[in-house]
Structures are given as C-alpha cells and as structure tokens.
C-alpha cells in the first residue's frame, strides 16, 4: 500500500530564516506529487504540483519554491521566510490517471516567528 | 474558476446523532472527495465519489452530479467524528488542481 511521510512534523523559524520541507511517497511510482498550504480560517490551497521529476507548475506566486529531485521527493523551500509564510503545510499524492484522487500527508505546522 | 461552497458552517450534535453535511458546485465535475481534518490536522480521505452513492461503515455519500451537490451523512455520530469535514473537486476540465470547499466544523458531544 501507499504510504506517504512528511517531516518535519513542527517548526518554528524567526523571519528571513530559509525553509526546507520534505515530504516522500512509497509504494507507487511517477505519482503526481503536491503542495498545499492551510492558513488561517480552513481553506487548503494549491501551491505547486509537479507530475514528474524535475517539472514543477506553481499556482500562486509568492515567497516559495519547490523541487522534485527524485520520481517520489518532493522538497518546499525557501530562502527567506515571511510572518506570512506561517500556516499548515500538506503534501499529496495522486496516480498520474484520470482520476486524479488525491491522498494526504501528515503536514508540517509551520510558525514564523 | 469553480466556486465550492459547504454548509452548514458549522455543527454540535449530541453523541448518536445523524447529521447531512451539503456540497455545492458551480460547474459540472467528473470527480469529487470528501476528507476528514481531524483535530491533529490529518486530512483522511472518506470518499472518492464523482456520482451516485456509496456507504462505509457510518458514513454514506451521495453526489448527484446533474444537480451539482454532494451529501455526506454521518449517522451515530461519535466524538471520534469530530473535526472538519471538507469537499473538493477539480478547478476545471483536466485540471490537477483541487478546489476545496470552506469546510464544517463538526463537533459531537457526549
């Protein structure tokens, strides 16, 4: 079965720090890989996906970038971390299919201090 | 883009409750999932359910895609089933983009 991990699980980082957030996927390959960022209040929203190694799409211009260097790696980072960059950070995964079902990580709480 | 919108906002049942939760979409969709946040943050997936019905265990789940709504019944509640319930469904045609619904807050009490 397909399993998918996050770390780290928290993180607290002063303002203009850089950001390093992994998540990884097992037990299926070349999966379309996500981002996604829960801020204040409920909403989830789509930062970046990536259908295969080294493609990235980005959704939302803004102080993030990602990097896919492996088919089940997928990397968020920063080099300048914002008090607007705080929130809930999830990962996803989805089989390159139609379908396009999307199953979750555990996500990183991120506060910018 | 699709509008998604969730209602009620939010919910308290007593434990052993039935509740509907509703999804309502602006455009024709050929997908759409139910998720559980629970308190930890976790997002759990419960349906995947473009049309039709579909029970698990409690849970049941009707889209009627013609109409553009989704339910979500929750029957016996339990405080376990505490926690916010949302419905996403693809930004447009083709799109991997999930568009999520602001979500329910549900909160069962013993």
């Known amino acids: 079965s397909q399993t998918i991990h996050q770390w780290p699980a928290t993180l607290v980082q002063p303002v203009g720090s850089p950001l390093s957030l992994e998540c990884t996927v097992e037990?299926?390959?070349?999966?379309?890989l996500y981002w996604y960022r829960q801020a204040a209040g409920r909403g989830l929203q789509l930062l970046f996906y990536?259908?295969?190694?080294?493609?990235i799409s980005s959704e939302v211009p803004q102080n993030l970038s990602a990097s896919r260097p492996q088919d089940r790696q997928f990397i968020l980072s920063s080099k300048k971390l914002l008090l607007s960059d705080s929130g809930f950070y999830l990962c996803?995964?989805?089989?390159?299919?139609?379908?396009?079902?999307?199953?979750f990580g555990p996500g990183t709480r991120l506060t910018v201090l | 883009g699709i509008q998604v919108e969730q209602s009620p906002p939010d919910l308290i049942l007593q434990e052993g409750a039935n509740s509907t939760l509703r999804c309502n979409f602006s455009?024709?969709?050929?997908?759409l999932q139910w998720f559980h946040q629970n308190p930890w943050g976790q997002l759990i997936n419960l349906f995947y359910?473009?049309?039709g019905t579909k029970q698990n265990g409690r849970l049941s789940a009707t889209t009627v895609a013609t109409e553009r709504y989704s339910l979500l019944y929750i029957s016996s509640s339990q405080t376990t089933d505490s926690g916010v319930y949302f419905c996403?469904?693809?930004?447009?045609?083709?799109?991997?983009?999930?568009?999520f619904g602001k979500g329910t807050k549900l909160s069962v009490i013993p």
């Open positions: 455009d024709s969709v050929n997908n």
């Open positions: 996803a995964w989805s089989m390159t299919s139609s379908y396009n079902e999307q199953f």
């Open positions: 990536s259908v295969g190694i080294g493609q």
């Open positions: 037990g299926t390959s070349n999966p379309n």
């Open positions: 359910i473009p049309s």
């Open positions: 996403a469904v693809p930004s447009g045609a083709g799109s991997y983009q999930l568009t």
